[in-house]
C-alpha cells in the first residue's frame, strides 16, 4: 500500500468507527473492488424512508455513473440532491470459527457517500453508457447498436464522486478464543466466489454469429 | 403462484413503481430468495444521510434478525426508530441484447422496508444467534461453542419484520426491439452464479477432526 495515492483525507462519515483496522482509503484498492464488481446496492431516501436498490454501474476515474428509467425515483431523488450512499460488496468466503461468536465473512467492500449529479453532455452521457455496458463485458459497448435518440431521452445517466469512499475487508483465517482451540469444532474457510456457465445464444440468434472473445472464458477478476 | 399467501397487501412504498410485472409479494418467492443469500444490504439514516452496509442475517418465520456490536451505529439506529430498507440481492446472470439499451442482469430481489426492533427475550435472542450461524451453514448452530454471557453483553440483535417485503426478479433471454435482429451482434445470457471452494481447515486444526458433513458439497441451492 505503500505507492497508494489516497482518494482523499477520511470524512468523518467515510472514517470507519467499527473494526477500523479493516479500513482501507487508498485508490488502488477502492477501484479493484468497484472494477470486480457488477451491481452496487444504491441507499437514497425516497419520502422521509430510505431505499436501497440494487444497480448496474460503471466507474470513470474517481466517478461513478448510474442510469435509469427518467421516471426511477431512487436515482431521481439522488438526482435532485438526495445524500447517497453506494455500497459494492464481494463475499470470498465463509469463516467457522470454534464458537459461534468469531464466526464470520472474508469480504472486500466499498462504501461511498454523496450527492449525485445528473449529466447532460452527449459526450459524457456517451462514455458512461459505453462504460456501463463494458462494465458488464469489456469489449461489449464497441459490439452492440449504440442508444438512439428515443433511448436517450428515456435515460437518465447520474454521476456520483467517488471523494468520500472507502474500502473495508477481511481475508484468512478465524480469530480464536485460546480456551477455545481444544474444542472438537472443525474450523476454517469455505472459499466462495463468483462462477460463470457458458454463453447462451438466445433463440433468434444467427448460426453464423460465434460467441465474441469477451465472453469465452470470461472472469471478472483477470486483466 | 396460485397457491402462494401474500405476506401482507402491499403497502405504497412496498409497490413496485418501475416495471410493476416483475413484482411479487407471496411468501414462498421472499422466502426462497432471503433463504439462499448470505448478505443483505441494510440501509439506515445516521445523522442525515443513508448509509448502506453489509450484514449476515438469518430468517424466522416472517420476521429477519440481524446482530453485531453494541456499538454499531447502523443498528443501533434502526432499534432506535429510524426506518430501515434491506435488499437481498442475487445475480443470476448478465443479458446481452444486440442493442446498448436492452441489455440487463438476471437477478432476484427482495426489499424489505421497516423499523427494527432490539430483542432482549434471552431465548428469543438465542434462537436468533443459532439461525444465524445455520444460515450460514445448516447444522453449524449445534457444533460450536455457544455464546458465552459476556460474548451475549457484548451483542445486539435487532428483528424486523417481513410485513413490507417484496420480492423482484427478472429471467430469460433479452428482450429485443425487432428492428435489430438482423443485426452481425451476439445476444444472449451469461449464466452465473456462487460457487463454493474446498473447505480449508485452519492452521491449528487438530488432524482428528473431519470436515462435517455440512460443509461437503456445500450449496446454498438445495434443501
Known sequence: MSKSIPISPPSPRATLKRAPDRGHYDRETVYA??????VAHLGVVVDG????????????????????????RVLRALRDGAPGCLTVTHIDGLVLARSAFHHSV???SVVAHGAG???TDPEERKRALDATVDQVANGRAKDVRPPNDEELRRTMVVRMSLAEA??????????EDPDDLGLPHWAGVLPMRQAFGEPT??????????????????SRTEG
Chains 1, 2 share one sequence.
Open 33 to 38: 473492488i468497484l472494477d470486480e464488481g457488477l
Open 49 to 72: 424512508a430510505p431505499r436501497v436498490i440494487p444497480f448496474v454501474y460503471a466507474r470513470i476515474d474517481d466517478d461513478l455513473y448510474l442510469h435509469g428509467s427518467t421516471g426511477n
Open 106 to 108: 472474508n469480504y472486500r
Open 117 to 119: 449529479v445528473e449529466v
Open 166 to 175: 472507502s474500502a473495508k475487508m477481511r481475508s484468512g483465517e478465524p480469530i
Open 201 to 218: 445464444g438466445d433463440s433468434l440468434l444467427q448460426h453464423d454469429i460465434d460467441v465474441p472473445g469477451y465472453l469465452v472464458d470470461y
